[in-house]
């Protein structure tokens, strides 16, 4: 029989977003009526899939049925979002079905926009063609890394931003390289790290201490380029420059290995509606959540216009913010503001070694640990690979908030040492 067609929360999009305002929310306030609008039937912990990529976690531990992530008393809706229409606080399914809504929280998360790049689509997955965005091509990666030898040509692209997790492209790129130097064959590869940015880090802080890592390991930085096309047959990747002085020259480039981040955009359910702004991503005030024109709805993740890092760690800080406004505002009381522009970026330099880059809003360093945030550490790895995942799976997607704070007293402009 079908469901009701009225909820007082109703969500779009079941990915860590959804799950978490939810959870928080039925701790809070068990009986608010919630309902989550979620196709697919499986999750994933994607900050896992740099890892899975290199060979050193299974992808298995990454996906977990989604049934079973659902907070107890919230209504799954297994379709998908098609339209928005605020003005009547509906929102259609693609199976046709409307449903209204007292409150609307919108975390529809990002489009992989592989069909951006001529041929990727039909060489992805093969001809030594890989990328650690997918979770269907995620463990290519690995089996690419098993096949270099010596004289193999490595490529790694970083696509223009916004896209999720900024480190991610550059992650796989050093952990490529500790692979060949596991082998003793790193001075007899070339490692190529082509990024559509002027610099290899957002953040200035670590991106000084990120370029002498890269030189450490030989790869050779290459700024302002953007991959256009792919012949996997060829293996052959063409980027084009965006630098004012070769706007538009290509530059064709051999490889025996090419890892792709794709470029990223707002689904186009979303990038349609009338919730956007100009660039489609959902238009909110960046430290309420709230909707800047509909004040009934609000947004977080990746999908939302906040200029954050697109991080899980962001949706962690965002969550207790939507959630608490949410409440808010059925109490008849003020929202409030309270995310920073928090992210977190665990910078995977080595099989055992990670910077912890975090930061908040306009790049202010803001570390959680007692330790100098530009060195690699091993407890660093260690909180990678085993402490966040415990964190996400137990409390994170279980609503609960309780965290250790960021240090926003950090004095974060200071050039750091290599020591």
């Given at each position: ?53 290199a060979?050193?976690?299974?992808l ?94 490595t ?31 790193l ?8 990024v ?19 030189a ?9 380029h ?53 660039a ?44 608490g ?10 929202v ?22 975090e ?10 640990l ?50």
């Amino acid at each position: 029989m079908p469901g009701p067609t009225h909820h007082q929360v109703l969500i779009v999009g079941g990915g860590t977003a959804g799950i978490t305002v939810a959870a928080i929310l039925k701790r809070r306030a068990p009986g608010i009526d919630i309902a989550i609008i979620e196709p697919a039937a499986e999750h994933y912990y994607q900050p896992a899939f740099t890892l899975v990529g290199a060979g050193v976690y299974p992808l298995a531990r990454t996906r977990r049925p989604e049934q079973g992530l659902i907070p107890v008393g919230v209504r799954w809706i297994r379709d998908a979002a098609q339209t928005f229409e605020p003005d009547k606080d509906t929102v259609r399914l693609k199976n046709g079905e409307a449903l209204t809504y007292d409150y609307l929280v919108v975390c529809a998360g990002v489009k992989l926009d592989w069909g951006k790049i001529a041929g990727l689509s039909e060489t992805l997955g093969k001809n030594g063609v890989c990328s650690n965005y997918s979770p269907a091509h995620v463990a290519y990666t690995w089996e690419c890394l098993q096949n270099l030898k010596a004289g193999s040509r490595t490529v790694f692209t970083q696509p223009p931003l916004p896209f999720k997790c900024p480190g991610a492209p550059q992650k796989i790129a050093y952990l490529t390289a500790d692979h060949l130097q596991r082998l003793g064959i790193l001075k007899d590869c070339s490692l190529d790290y082509y990024v559509h940015a002027p610099v290899i880090f957002g953040v200035p802080f670590f991106a000084r201490e990120l370029v002498k890592i890269a030189a450490r390991y030989g790869i050779n930085l290459h700024y302002q380029h953007n991959l256009v096309a792919v012949d996997g047959a060829a293996k052959t990747a063409t980027f084009e420059k965006v630098d004012e002085q070769n706007k538009g020259a290509r530059v064709a480039v051999p490889f025996d290995m090419l890892h792709v981040s794709p470029p990223q955009s707002p689904p186009e359910e979303i990038k349609t509606s009338p919730l956007v702004n100009a660039a489609g991503w959902v238009e909110v005030n960046q430290n309420s959540m709230q909707h800047v024109r509909y004040p009934n709805i609000f947004s977080l993740g990746d999908v939302a216009s906040s200029p954050n890092s697109k991080t899980a760690a962001a949706v962690r800080k965002q969550a207790p913010v939507v959630a608490g406004n949410l409440l808010h505002l059925m109490g008849k009381t003020q929202v409030e503001g309270g995310y920073d522009g928090y992210a977190s970026c665990p910078l995977t330099t080595a099989v055992g070694k990670t910077i912890l880059a975090e930061f908040i809003y306009g790049g202010k360093v803001t570390p959680t640990l007692p330790l100098n945030p530009a060195k690699e550490h091993w407890v660093g790895w260690w909180i990678k690979v085993t402490g966040l995942p415990i964190m996400y799976w137990n409390y994170m997607l279980k609503g609960r908030v309780w965290f250790p704070k960021h240090n926003t007293a950090f004095q974060g402009d200071v050039t750091p040492t290599a020591k």
